[in-house]
């Protein structure tokens, strides 16, 4: 049988809630709230920690014990004993191969202080999951087995904890029953991690010898085993140490708008969590980026308005003057703003199955605000066993990086160093809509407000009045040999006979010139995307029609030029032929060197197309001639203008 | 420095989810079940939108089955919270007078989980908010604040986005829509707390009174309406009881209690041994992997 739970008076004293309620519920209604990860390897009995405490607060109750004992016996890894990692072990897969896979939260509290715990996973290829849970920790209690020490999993648990900013390390070296509670032991572990903590960074950590599976020194300190020990208990230092967020309230006031209210004409609030400092009535503020100035007239919450409020809460703010602000807006006070820029120095955990791709557009999230973002290629990618710095070309899951990210229009930022809010984002796919990464900015690499947009006197809609024609891109894709350049010219013939003004832009001919530097690998084909895109959104500013034949596999750079032009004037052409089709006319005789190898990443063979999900012109080549799809492109585009 | 309490610091993120949600999606939605969390995620969406009454409707997917407590309670919190309510029946559970008496497991499946996904679809939601707090239960307290569901309502627990910081993605394809749960990181107790600190209004049914009872299968069920079909030999006892958890009364146990105010509740709460969804009988089919394997069918 287990340890009965303590009747230490950490936990919530029975006493006192069976003879006055009231009173207690007066104690317990301004508890603190301290966020904490646990990390460790496999087998080091992170989840038999966790259960641990819930157990000790009584977290656990009799119709959940009754079904751990009977799963202990049925499942459980210590025989007749209860097996508190099923306790916390949640999903179905999990307890059939007895390892947690996934971020889980569990919650407990003692008389001081209510925990949300993350128990992150220790299997090698989670880092993401540790990741996540830590984002949102104040603390991260590193689990060592006594009987193996310093592994590198340890180091690694180390490293990312610092990573993501968490101040408070302890290390829990745990087992301590299976070393016969030997001193030796516990201060050879402590030294050696020692070591390597002044190596990354961490200033430094508390050790404490446990025993999860026992009790030992987990609500009290020292255990009878432990005399020699003189810290504090597990629970004891959780509930001393400072919680993170009160920090925050130290530093300049800031707020990302999230949502503008505006019930009536009378009423227009800027709502939001306020992410450091404090405001009050009267204070003045600053809009950001636009720089506008005023004062806050008010604070308004349902139960009435506020004299102040502070870093953490959410709130709902009213200006004396009415000027423009709206959600990815950051408010801030009047003499201290954040920095805007479009161009940073960041490290980049890289979260997702498939890889960065440089140069390939993202959208960024940070605090309210969505951009369009590109990575470029890594600086470096770090070991995290050894935390020596690698050449990378690309950032696998699980691999984290220093990287340049640029931004496509200029973003309020901090650095991740000084506020977690304003710092960290994180980067969406645009077609599958997945987070593929986390990133803490490290410094921005160039004012945004060095580099102006010139404003022209002559507008593109001058340009193209002069003309008289409303200017589009007509961007072809297709396969290699699907009849994009055929078709394209004969569609430029079409309109240059209407008195069109029109350029056609041939993948072939772009090669020689403008992107003959550019090879065939997906990051320069990315790149090539981009430049073709960026000169037909110069060539339609001009007023003209663009006509591009560009084979342009991936999904995510075409949507990329649609983004760059106004609404409307991205025109996507499928030339939809089958790859059959296209291999047996072979024109150029490529698909024959593609299939001996002789060709590489050539697409529909061993480099995909991604077909257009809503190409707003779809050519079946199958069914129609040359001729009668370009008399179509010509109708639609004409039908658009 | 004003140090928050655990109270103020739930609320505040709780709220900024809501917001995040409404800025965000396209058309977001509020399941209302009537309970004590149902009733905090009204409380604390009015607070997150005022002076703006919440705007998004809230949606009940009823089974008829609740008790008339629930339903009189409902009414009235959506007219005072100044919101549409969207009542949704399965109309197929409907005819063919799908009941917890004589269908057994059916019942939840087809009034609640296709009576939920009807409802998504039938109104184009694409994020609904749910109060399901990561305490309840061991699925639950891995699953996002932000779940992510396929077009066919479907939860891939292998699959989940990444989520880090107070940074919610909320991007997703058409057809495809986002199950939210601002209370993930309240516990039982911290709802109890709140209710008492902003006086929110809950059924009386949490609250120990006399009630006709009869004892069936280990649980103490409440007689609410004259549909309640008596074995041979029962007859309704009155019991002083409460409950814990309120969902479909043939399906929800009481406890019996004396505890008629919210700190009694408080008080037994604390001092009891057994957790709260002990008298729901959803949690106890297909072993311990009852309420996953419900979630991947698209159970809230």
């Known amino acids: ?641 | 420095m004003q140090r928050l309490t655990h109270l103020e610091r739930l609320e505040a993120e709780s709220i900024h989810i809501m917001r995040e949600v409404v800025a965000e999606a396209q058309r977001p939605v509020m399941l209302y079940s009537v309970g004590k969390d149902s009733a905090v995620m009204l409380h604390l969406a009015k607070k997150a939108f005022f002076p703006s009454p919440p705007p998004f409707p809230l949606l009940h997917v009823d089974t008829t089955w609740k008790f008339r407590d629930m339903y009189a309670l409902r009414n009235k919190a959506a007219d005072e919270a100044g919101m549409e309510l969207l009542v949704h029946h399965n109309p197929e559970a409907m005819a063919r007078g799908i009941n917890p008496f004589d269908h057994g497991p059916l019942h939840t499946d087809m009034w609640k989980t296709e009576g939920l996904k009807q409802a998504l679809d039938k109104y184009g939601f694409d994020a609904a908010f749910g109060g399901a707090r990561r305490d309840e239960e061991k699925s639950r307290a891995k699953e996002r604040i932000f779940s992510f569901r396929t077009a066919s309502h479907a939860w891939d627990p292998k699959n989940q986005r990444p989520e880090l910081w107070n940074l919610y993605n909320a991007r997703k394809a058409k057809g495809e829509s986002i199950r939210v749960f601002p209370l993930s990181n309240w516990t039982e107790l911290d709802i109890w707390q709140y209710i008492m600190a902003e006086n929110i209004e809950i059924v009386p049914l949490y609250l120990a009174a006399e009630r006709p009872t009869v004892e069936r299968d280990g649980l103490l069920l409440m007689v609410d309406d004259d549909r309640f079909p008596l074995e041979p030999g029962e007859t309704p006892v009155m019991r002083s009881i409460r409950f814990r958890t309120l969902g479909c009364y043939p399906l929800t146990g009481a406890v019996e209690s004396t505890a008629a105010t919210l700190p009694e509740v408080v008080q037994e709460m604390l001092l009891t041994t057994t957790s709260e969804r002990q008298g729901r009988a959803i949690d106890k089919d297909e072993g311990g992997a009852g309420m996953e394997k419900k979630k991947q069918e698209g159970y809230f």
């Open chain 1, 1 to 641: 049988m287990v340890d009965s739970p303590t009747a230490d008076p950490v936990y919530k004293t029975d006493a006192l809630i069976a003879e006055d309620i009231e009173t207690y519920l007066d104690l317990h209604q301004n508890k603190g709230l301290l966020r904490f990860i646990t990390c460790g390897s496999v087998d080091d009995g992170k989840s038999t920690l966790i259960g641990r405490l819930l157990y000790d607060s009584k977290m656990i109750f009799e119709d959940q014990l009754a079904a751990l004992e009977a799963d202990s016996k049925r499942v459980g890894t210590q025989g007749q004993e209860i097996d508190f990692a099923l306790l916390v072990d949640g999903l179905a897969a999990e307890r059939e191969q007895g390892i947690t896979i996934d971020v889980a939260y569990r919650f407990f509290a003692t008389e001081k202080r209510k925990f949300i715990v993350a128990d992150t996973p220790g299997h090698e290829q989670y880092t993401r999951n540790m990741v996540t849970g830590a984002s949102t920790a104040d603390l991260a209690v590193i689990l060592v087995d006594a009987r193996k020490g310093v592994l590198t999993q340890t180091r690694r648990h180390s490293y990312l904890a610092h990573l993501i900013g968490i101040r408070h390390i302890v290390l829990a070296v745990n087992k301590m029953d299976l070393v016969g509670y030997e001193r030796e032991t516990f201060d050879e572990i402590t030294e050696d991690y020692a070591g390597f903590a002044r190596e990354i960074g961490i200033g430094n950590f508390t050790a404490i010898p446990i025993s999860g599976f026992k009790g030992d020194n987990i609500t009290t300190a020292p255990s009878s085993n432990t005399p020699w020990y003189d810290g504090p208990s597990l629970i004891q230092h959780l509930e001393t140490v400072e919680i993170a967020g009160t920090a925050d309230q130290g530093r300049s006031f800031r707020m990302p708008v999230q949502w503008v209210n505006r019930p009536n004409l009378d009423f227009r609030g800027f709502s939001g969590l306020i992410a450091s400092g404090e405001i009050a009535p009267g204070d003045a503020v600053r809009v950001v980026p636009s720089g506008k100035t005023t004062t806050v007239k008010s604070i308004v919450t349902m139960n009435g308005e506020l004299q102040r409020a502070v870093a953490g809460q959410s709130v709902t703010l009213t200006l004396e003057d009415e000027i423009d602000c709206s959600r990815s807006d950051v408010i801030a006070i009047a003499d201290d703003p954040p920095q805007v820029a479009d161009q940073f120095e960041a490290s980049i955990v890289w979260l997702n199955d498939e890889a960065l791709i440089p140069g390939r557009g993202y959208w960024l999230k940070l605090a309210t605000q969505m951009v369009s973002a590109t990575v470029a290629e890594p600086k470096y990618e770090v070991n995290i066993n050894t935390m020596e710095h690698l050449a990378a070309k690309t950032l696998e899951l699980n691999s984290i990086g220093v990287a340049e990210v640029t931004t496509d229009r200029p973003i309020v930022f901090e650095r991740y160093e000084d506020s977690r809010q304003l710092g960290g984002f994180i980067l969406i796919d645009k077609i599958t809509n997945a987070t593929v990464a986390a990133g803490m900015i490290n410094f921005s690499l160039r004012r945004a407000q060095n580099v102006h947009w010139q404003a022209l006197e002559i507008t593109r809609e001058e340009h193209a009045n002069l003309k008289n024609q409303k200017p589009a891109v007509l961007w072809f894709t297709g396969l290699s040999g699907s009849g994009k350049s055929t078709i394209a010219n004969l569609v430029e013939k079409k309109l240059h006979r209407m008195n069109r003004h029109t350029f056609l832009l041939d993948g072939d001919n772009v090669r020689h010139g403008l992107n003959k530097d550019l090879g065939f690998t997906e990051a320069d084909r990315i790149e090539n995307i981009r430049r073709v895109g960026e000169v037909a959104r110069l060539m339609a500013d001009a007023g003209l029609i663009v006509i591009t034949a560009f084979i342009s596999p991936f999904r995510a750079e075409r949507e990329m030029v649609r983004a760059m032009l106004p609404e409307g004037e991205f025109i996507e052409v499928h030339i939809d032929t089958p790859l059959e089709v296209a291999e047996a006319r072979d024109v150029k005789g490529l698909y024959k060197k593609a299939r001996q190898g002789e060709l590489k990443n050539f697409t529909g063979i061993d480099s995909p197309y991604e077909e257009p999900e809503k190409p707003e012109i779809r050519i079946d080549t199958t069914a129609m001639t040359p001729q009668e799809a370009a008399d179509l492109v010509v109708e639609t585009l004409l039908g658009f203008a």
